[in-house]
C-alpha cells in the first residue's frame, strides 16, 4: 500500500512539472512550437498554373520548360515559393524555389534543366511562405 500511494505520488508530481512546462512554451504565426495558433493565408483567391513544353530527343518525348503561376494578390508579394510538379501517385518529379515579385499577378518556376517529361505530370502543386 505503502508503495502504491508513493509511485502516485511520485506521478502526480511528475505529471505537474510536464504539464507547467508544456503550458510556458509560445506559440506564434512566425515560428513552430507546442499548443495551437491560427496562421492567416496570405490570399483568400485560388492561383491556377499551366506550362510550355519542349520536344527532348534525350527523354525522348515533351519535357516541362516553365511554368508560370498566375492569381498572385498583393498580400503575397515578395514572399518564398515552391512549385512541384508530381505524377499520379502525388510523388514529386522536380521542384524549383523562389521569390514571388514584389508586383504582378504571376510568376514563373524553369524546369528546363530537371528535364520533366510532360507526359508524366498530372498536378502542380504551389506553397506560397514567409
Not at 523562389?98 to 534543366?113: E, I, L, N, Q
Request: hydrophobic letters at 40%; aromatic letters at 6%.
Amino acid at each position: 500500500m505503502k508503495r502504491a500511494l508513493v509511485a502516485l505520488g511520485v506521478g502526480s508530481a511528475i505529471f505537474a512539472g510536464v504539464y507547467g512546462l508544456a503550458a510556458s512554451l509560445n506559440v506564434s504565426s512566425s515560428g513552430l512550437g507546442a499548443g495551437n495558433v491560427s496562421v492567416a493565408a496570405c490570399q483568400a483567391g485560388t492561383l491556377t498554373s499551366s506550362y510550355a513544353t519542349a520536344y527532348s530527343s534525350s527523354t525522348p518525348g515533351y519535357n516541362v520548360g516553365v511554368v508560370t503561376v498566375n492569381g498572385l494578390a498583393s498580400t503575397c508579394y515578395s514572399k518564398s515559393f515552391k512549385v512541384t510538379l508530381v505524377n499520379s501517385s502525388n510523388t514529386s518529379l522536380g521542384e524549383v524555389t523562389g521569390t514571388a515579385p514584389s508586383s504582378g499577378t504571376s510568376f514563373t518556376a524553369d524546369f528546363t534543366s530537371a528535364n520533366v517529361s510532360a507526359a508524366s505530370v498530372t498536378g502542380v502543386h504551389v506553397l506560397i511562405t514567409g
